[in-house]
């Protein structure tokens, strides 16, 4: 790190848990963000201020005017833009020293390729499919995976390592049988919800590159806005789940 560095990141490097080898290890970590809503544009926004070295993002959607709401790294003036090239804008005007790679194209077919270049994975799409898919990418791969999800007042996060013999992946938490795809297009969310569970993703993205605190791993957590009501439940590994039961 250089002179500007430790200047910049010094309210982090102060701190015992980080220190100068703790930001060492984000200034040279990359981070895959699917989606730039509600989520992604929080996480994304608070990554690359904390000083996480390449930001992967992917979205292929464009911004439009409901977005403006809650996915605050987009303004009006970016309607009709695609959400990679807004969010990439302000990411650099935020943190001119990282690597921001913007991907409009990301599919089952590449989604692993781009796994083999990233430390952690933020899950921030808002259907079942995908998510299904990103999950079991992930536990090929050997990727941590922070997942988020948000509708109307609620909220919900977790951290999945089920490639190691005792954590379970998403799918031990949801079959992919049963699921409905509500989401904010049909049922509405309170803007604040996607910045709390946004951020909560980003802090957890980087308690695990630094490997410190609580990182929610076979645990998760329950947000309830309406009530400001916070719960933790654990999540066992399912010994017949199709994706990561042990050989």
């Given at each position: 790190?250089?002179?500007?560095?430790?200047?910049?990141?010094?309210?982090?490097?102060?701190?015992?848990?980080?220190?100068?080898?703790?930001?060492?290890?984000?200034?040279?970590?990359?981070?895959?963000?699917?989606?730039?809503?509600?989520?992604?544009?929080?996480?994304s926004m608070y990554l690359a201020a904390a000083g996480v070295g390449h930001l992967i993002i992917a979205d292929f959607d464009r911004v439009?005017?409901?977005?403006?709401?809650?996915?605050?790294?987009?303004?009006?003036?970016?309607?009709?833009?695609?959400?990679?090239?807004?969010?990439?804008?302000?990411?650099?005007?935020?943190?001119?020293?990282?690597?921001?790679?913007?991907?409009?194209?990301?599919?089952?077919?590449?989604?692993?390729?781009?796994?083999?270049?990233?430390?952690?994975?933020?899950?921030?799409?808002?259907?079942?499919?995908?998510?299904?898919?990103?999950?079991?990418?992930?536990?090929?791969?050997?990727?941590?995976?922070?997942?988020?999800?948000?509708?109307?007042?609620?909220?919900?996060?977790?951290?999945?390592?089920?490639?190691?013999?005792?954590?379970?992946?998403?799918?031990?938490?949801?079959?992919?049988?049963?699921?409905?795809?509500?989401?904010?297009?049909?049922n509405g969310i309170l803007a604040p919800v996607s910045g709390m569970l946004g951020t909560m993703q980003a802090l957890q993205a980087l308690?695990?590159?630094?490997?410190?605190?609580?990182?929610?791993?076979?645990?998760?957590?329950?947000v309830d806005a309406l009530s400001f009501d916070f719960r933790t439940v654990k999540v066992n590994k399912d010994a017949n789940c199709s994706?990561?039961?042990?050989?």
């Amino acid at each position: 790190m250089n002179d500007q560095d430790l200047l910049r990141y010094s309210r982090q490097i102060m701190l015992p848990e980080v220190g100068i080898e703790g930001q060492e290890a984000l200034l040279n970590s990359t981070m895959l963000l699917i989606g730039m809503g509600g989520l992604g544009a929080p996480s994304s926004m608070y990554l690359a201020a904390a000083g996480v070295g390449h930001l992967i993002i992917a979205d292929f959607d464009r911004v439009e005017l409901s977005n403006l709401q809650r996915q605050v790294i987009h303004h009006t003036s970016d309607i009709n833009k695609l959400k990679v090239d807004s969010a990439k804008e302000k990411l650099l005007k935020i943190n001119p020293n990282i690597k921001v790679t913007t991907i409009t194209d990301l599919n089952e077919n590449n989604l692993a390729d781009w796994l083999n270049k990233v430390d952690v994975v933020l899950d921030g799409t808002d259907n079942f499919e995908t998510r299904f898919k990103i999950n079991e990418l992930c536990v090929q791969e050997r990727v941590p995976l922070v997942s988020a999800a948000v509708i109307r007042f609620e909220g919900q996060i977790s951290v999945f390592k089920g490639y190691e013999i005792d954590q379970p992946c998403y799918q031990c938490l949801y079959s992919p049988d049963g699921n409905s795809d509500e989401n904010c297009t049909s049922n509405g969310i309170l803007a604040p919800v996607s910045g709390m569970l946004g951020t909560m993703q980003a802090l957890q993205a980087l308690k695990v590159v630094i490997n410190i605190g609580e990182q929610l791993t076979g645990k998760l957590m329950l947000v309830d806005a309406l009530s400001f009501d916070f719960r933790t439940v654990k999540v066992n590994k399912d010994a017949n789940c199709s994706i990561c039961k042990p050989n």
